[in-house]
């Protein structure tokens, strides 16, 4: 009976040498109110805040904006409504979103947005949305690397927020390294296409995201959904001399040519549109790039569908 209370004891004391912030809620989300507004939103996509809490915005922001035209009566709604900030009402159904409402206000919207306002803040911005999306299925400890550096956030929504959307689920960073498909043996290949260094995962993302178009985001994205003998295959670890082994070469095949692989991957997102993805000169959704992109962003399409 000693021997249980001098246990009890000392889990008590150790409990309480813990710092409070180690007790905190996950540093790298937001338990976020949902508003009546976007509560009815979501109603018209089949999601219900409280019963589908865990998912709610990875879903919605998928059903609002997958499709082209997108979800049109809940868009409508959304942009017509212009739906109120949840005002910590009592009893409205919280959410997790990925980040904190600081991380979003300093890395994407580039003003305060409290937790009140945040879910409101994402559904309303396509670029957002598209961010929020994938941000959500990326595990702890890569969502937590992102979280300590949002310049790499800023950079993904101003320029590649369409590709991260469709490949960055497969974005993994382990103790401050990107951890590529095809493993170690595969980390030459790698860097020698996107000219940055692993260990270096801030350049590394901003480049796998953001250059050709999104072609190697496209690759890397399909590779990491391999068996390890099928992904060593692909990127032709098998090959001996070590020149003919080129990443870039694997973004196109013989019959899905690089020319294939480039817009109808991921377009250019128009400078002139506005946070909310829609083009003055277009009308409320946008032109061609903007019809294209919403439905790939989501892997609706293959970018050799039209091959």
């Known amino acids: 009976m000693k021997m249980l209370r001098a246990l009890l004891f000392l889990c008590l004391t150790i409990v309480a040498g813990f710092p409070l912030n180690a007790l905190a809620a996950d540093p790298g989300a937001e338990d976020a109110p949902v508003s009546p507004e976007i509560a009815a939103v979501a109603r018209l996509v089949e999601l219900d805040p409280s019963r589908d809490r865990a998912r709610f915005m990875s879903e919605l922001t998928r059903l609002l904006y997958e499709q082209f035209p997108p979800r049109a009566p809940a868009l409508a709604l959304l942009r017509n409504g212009k739906p109120a900030p949840a005002l910590s009402q009592p009893g409205l159904p919280r959410v997790p979103v990925p980040l904190t409402a600081a991380s979003w206000s300093r890395a994407i919207f580039r003003r305060p947005i409290d937790a009140d306002q945040l ?162 000169e277009q009308g409320e959704h946008g032109g061609d790039g903007e019809r294209q992109g919403g439905s790939v962003a989501f892997g609706m399409s293959s970018p050799c569908s039209e091959a």
Request: net charge negative; charged share 20%; proline share 6%.
């Open 119 to 280: 879910v409101a803040a994402i559904i309303s911005d396509r670029r957002a949305s598209l961010m929020c999306h994938t941000l959500a299925a990326l595990d702890d400890e890569t969502l937590e690397f992102l979280s300590q550096h949002l310049d790499v956030l800023t950079r993904l929504y101003e320029g590649s927020a369409a590709s991260f959307a469709a490949f960055g689920a497969s974005l993994h960073i382990r103790d401050g390294r990107v951890a590529p498909p095809g493993g170690d043996t595969a980390i030459p290949l790698w860097e020698g296409a996107l000219g940055e260094r692993v260990d270096a995962p801030d350049r590394f993302v901003t480049a796998l995201f953001g250059v050709h178009g999104g072609r190697l985001a496209y690759l890397y994205d399909t590779i990491a959904q391999l068996e390890a003998p099928n992904a060593a295959f692909a990127l032709g670890l098998w090959i001996a001399d070590p020149a003919v082994q080129d990443v870039g070469d694997r973004a196109g095949d013989e019959n899905c040519g690089s020319e294939h692989v480039g817009p109808a991957v991921v377009p250019v997102e128009d400078p002139h549109q506005d946070r909310n993805g829609d083009d003055p």
